[in-house]
């Protein structure tokens, strides 16, 4: 069973759209983190949330951070077909020193021209 | 330019047959991981270290051994690998806590026949 539950699995959208990708758990997280990963890559760091409530904006991107650091979601708005791309969620945990991170299964973006 | 370097980046073998996936860091980085990427699964820890000859099991370490004799250098070995180990592995490092960026090498494809 996965600790991060993301949702939709799949989301095939137009150019132009907007979309939201979900990362929900039962868990508290210290910190939670987006990547975007692309074909024959490796996944990159898009954003790292830390405080309850937090948004952030990169670009078109808009993250947020559930007030109680249990969830989080990810924005997209006027979907280009550059922003194609597994979307990947991680929360981070600290039961020692360095801490551990939890990965979601994914969600794959497809933007079409 | 930073960089994580895997080897080989598609291996096609035979069950049994042992190999070692290197993995290699020019970031002076401590914390070092592998991780495969199952669809359905995301990605799931096998091994971590802390630093040189620091090594602990992740999440799913069955069927595998790494060593860490250098800082920059992080080899995954499957002694006797078996179709089950066929999947998509990704060598990571990160500056220090669980919550810091991770930094991804381009992936490794595996399959075991």
């Known amino acids: 069973t996965q600790l991060l539950e993301q949702s939709p699995q799949f989301l095939s959208i137009q150019e132009g759209e907007n979309l939201t990708v979900y990362c929900n758990s039962s868990s508290v997280f210290s910190s939670l983190q987006w990547y975007r990963q692309e074909p024959g890559e490796g996944p990159v760091l898009l954003v790292t949330v830390v405080t309850g409530g937090e948004v952030k904006k990169l670009k078109r991107l808009t993250f947020q951070f559930g007030d109680a650091r249990k969830d989080s979601s990810l924005h997209i708005t006027a979907a280009q077909p550059g922003d194609t791309g597994l979307y990947l969620c991680a929360g981070a945990t600290y039961t020692d020193s360095w801490g551990k991170l939890q990965f979601g299964a994914g969600t794959q973006v497809v933007v079409t021209p | 330019e930073a960089q994580v370097t895997q080897n080989p980046r598609y291996l096609i073998t035979v069950t049994g047959k042992k190999l070692t996936v290197t993995c290699s860091q020019n970031?002076?980085?401590?914390?070092m991981s592998w991780y495969r990427q199952d669809p359905g699964l995301g990605l799931r820890q096998i091994y971590y270290s802390m630093n040189v000859e620091v090594t602990d099991k992740g999440d799913v370490p069955e069927g595998y051994k790494v060593s860490r004799k250098e800082k920059r250098n992080f080899p995954l070995i499957l002694e006797s690998p078996s179709p089950n180990q066929t999947s998509l592995y990704f060598c990571?490092?990160?500056?220090?806590?669980?919550?810091?960026?991770?930094?991804f090498g381009p992936g490794t494809r595996l399959t075991v026949l």
């Open positions: 970031m002076n980085h401590e914390y």
């Open positions: 990571a490092t990160q500056t220090g806590l669980a919550g810091d960026t991770q930094y």
